[in-house]
């Protein structure tokens, strides 16, 4: 039992000293449960900011992309905020600094009703629907798509 015992010691001596010289390794991208995860505390905290009990936020698409091509992704979250009468669509860009994600920036205009989410080739697209002239605030019938670029820490619209 005693020469397990040594052996296994001297085998997690020679890891630690082999893993000492060997390149440190960036921290993993996270899995989708992660990103979804760390997209809810992202709206949570805008939910405790936004001081007004009668407005909800809520996460929505999350995606998991490098977007600036550095080797790191960023988790993209498409969020709504749900007030009485009203509703807001918002996308954020949290980007990873130490070990941990942070808001890094989001869009600031009006989006319209963002029915889907998706990212390519470093492009956010948003498939959204506007009012037309007869539509009830309820109901947009007019189709749009919007695209943005990740640069400089703000999303960019794409023409």
């Known amino acids: 039992m005693d020469i397990m015992i040594l052996r296994l010691s001297v085998l997690l001596a020679s890891a630690c000293i082999a893993g000492a010289s060997a390149p440190v390794a960036l921290a993993a991208s996270p899995d989708a449960g992660q990103a979804r995860r760390i997209a809810e505390q992202y709206v949570a905290g805008k939910q405790s900011a936004g001081g007004n ?5 809520e996460a929505g698409d999350v995606v998991i992309t490098d977007l600036d091509n550095d080797g790191q992704d960023e988790i993209v979250v498409l969020w709504t905020l749900y007030g009485p009468t009203y509703w807001h669509h918002g996308v954020a860009v949290l980007a990873q600094q130490g070990t941990r994600y942070v808001p890094a920036g ?17 492009v956010v697209e948003l498939k959204t629907k506007w009012p037309g002239p007869n539509d009830p605030h309820c109901c947009p019938t007019i189709e749009k798509t919007l695209r943005y670029r990740w640069t400089a820490g703000k999303l960019t619209p794409v023409k």
């Open 106 to 122: 989001e869009t600031h205009e009006p989006l319209g009703s963002v029915e889907a989410m998706t990212v390519r080739d470093r």
């Open 53 to 57: 009990p009668q407005e909800t936020y």
